[in-house]
């Protein structure tokens, strides 16, 4: 794993994931987004709160991406989809499918894995 | 308030060139902008610079100092940033300078090296145009971005892997007579559709190479053209810039590019023209599906439709509706912070004649030139009329 310093909310996000405790941040009029935020950027609210994130959520879009970045170059071939979960949409990796049988309104859980290639965390999907 | 015109242009031939330094290709491009144009270099009041990944690429930051040194001025120089459209927004800083009277005599450019950090330094680098908390550490390339973009767009419209080869195989064939280009390769749609796929849906032939280059424009006031007895018959006449959030996850669209919507309309009302006005149009396809959104956001084609374009012919030499002359990102290649000036030099060239592809548009008056930072959350848009 990479030694540098935690990145503020991102990794205390990641951990509620790992908990079981998924959160999105909502702003007072009901805009949902992804921490760390300080202001809503659809309507400039400064009024956000923590918010339970749905347990499941539905892809959107996928690809399979044979060609990665070097951090990544052991986790390659690897689907990296885009899952509404409510109010917000999580860019994550899915797991534990045949990439083939990945498609758009396949409905997924969300949980914290491992990169393949360095250790350090990221989000993935699992089909529920 | 009068419209700048482009007095000259330089562009350096694109391909790998991996021993070759971002300042002797920018030197190459600079002086031969300020050759063809004619300007004195001492006139010259600033330097507007495009690159991206200088850092990663050559470990230099502070280029543009750098690069004024390296075509002989003697002017203050800023470099601009924004991913994949740092030279278009170098573009519309200069326009915005020589109109509001800051400035005589610009030079903009943009320089990019790639090559010389392989497949997977260029991979890694492109990447971080990407959010990285959200995207990159999802392991996000700019190839996967576009693919999960190309998905969305043929689950909301329709279209297919064979639609986006034909606007390969389009560009290609254009790039065969343009010298400045990388790849000067004719391809058939079947070897795009059995080309290697990089992130599915898309493979080897939906994306554009990774370049070495350079670019560069001389632009005047239309008063300082006319004082010095300059040839310089193309204006610059419109400028539009849209902005759309950085992580695709947190758009309102996945099918459609509303930061180019907003540029277009921008440069459009700017110029006082419309999409009907387009006689030719040089659009950001870094990747296939690129060139779709694009001609959409232009309101070239409603939305939904643009994918059919290339497939039915009507964005080729050929059609009613040519786009991508030059050959594109696609074929011509795309040193990324090069690529804005480029497209600028390229309209210039077709409008005035002298692009080895101006047969197509001989009575082109106004062109216009898309380019596109990131996943598009930065766009550029110019319109290029024919004002003498």
């Known amino acids: ?128 | 308030m009068s419209d700048p015109r482009v007095a000259g242009a330089g562009v350096t031939k694109f391909g790998k060139h991996p021993e070759r330094t971002g300042r002797d290709l920018f030197a190459e491009a600079g002086l031969e902008a300020l050759d063809d144009a004619g300007v004195d270099p001492d006139d010259v009041d600033s330097l507007y610079y495009g690159n991206f990944m200088g850092e990663l690429a050559e470990h230099q930051g502070h280029q543009g100092p750098l690069m004024a040194e390296a075509i002989g001025l003697d002017a203050p120089a800023t470099r601009f940033e924004a991913a994949c459209a740092s030279a278009g927004v170098a573009v519309r800083g200069a326009v915005q300078a020589l109109r509001n009277g800051e400035a005589d005599v610009i030079v903009v450019g943009g320089a990019e090296r790639m090559t010389n950090i392989g497949t997977a330094g260029a991979t890694d680098a492109l990447a971080i145009a990407a959010d990285d908390l959200y995207e990159v550490r999802a392991g996000m390339t700019f190839p996967g971005a576009y693919a999960l973009m190309t998905r969305a767009y043929f689950d909301q419209y329709g279209g297919s892997h064979e639609d986006l080869a034909h606007v390969a195989v389009k560009n290609h064939e254009h790039a065969m007579v343009n010298d400045h280009a990388q790849i000067q390769k004719e391809i058939t749609v079947e070897d795009a559709l059995e080309a290697p796929t990089i992130a599915s849906p898309l493979g080897l032939y939906d994306s554009c190479p990774i370049t070495d280059g350079a670019a560069a424009a001389v632009l005047t006031t239309e008063s300082y053209a006319e004082d010095h007895g300059l040839d310089a018959p193309v204006a610059i006449s419109g400028t539009g810039q849209g902005g759309d959030n950085l992580a695709l996850q947190d758009r309102s669209h996945l099918a459609q590019t509303p930061a180019a919507d907003k540029a277009a309309e921008e440069a459009y009302a700017d110029a006082d023209v419309g999409p009907e006005d387009i006689d030719v149009a040089e659009v950001h396809d870094c990747f296939t599906i690129a060139e779709v959104f694009a001609i959409e956001s232009l309101g070239l084609y409603e939305r939904g439709e643009g994918i059919s374009a290339a497939t039915d012919g009507e964005t080729d030499r050929h059609g009613d509706q040519p786009v991508n002359l030059s050959g594109g990102l696609k074929a011509k290649g795309h040193p990324v912070g090069a690529t804005g000036v480029a497209q600028l030099a390229t309209i210039t060239w077709l409008l005035d004649g002298s692009h080895p592809r101006a047969d197509a548009v001989p009575d082109g008056t106004v062109g216009v030139a898309h380019n596109a930072g990131g996943t598009v959350a930065s766009t550029t848009v110019h319109v290029l009329e024919v004002a003498e």
């Open chain 1, 1 to 128: 794993m990479s030694e540098q310093a935690p990145d503020g909310e991102y990794d205390e996000w990641l951990d509620a994931i790992a908990d079981g405790e998924a959160y999105y941040v909502e702003c007072a009029n009901g805009h949902g987004w992804l921490p760390p935020r300080r202001v809503c950027p659809t309507c400039g609210s400064r009024d956000l709160s923590d918010q339970r994130l749905p347990e499941a959520g539905e892809i959107a879009t996928h690809t399979t991406i044979t060609v990665p970045t070097p951090q990544f170059e052991d986790d390659a071939p690897y689907v990296t989809a885009v899952a509404e979960f409510g109010p917000v949409s999580v860019t994550g990796i899915v797991r534990g499918v045949d990439p083939d049988a990945v498609e758009i309104g396949t409905m997924v859980g969300i949980d914290v894995g491992d990169r393949v290639t360095t250790g350090d965390r990221l989000v993935v999907f699992r089909p529920r």
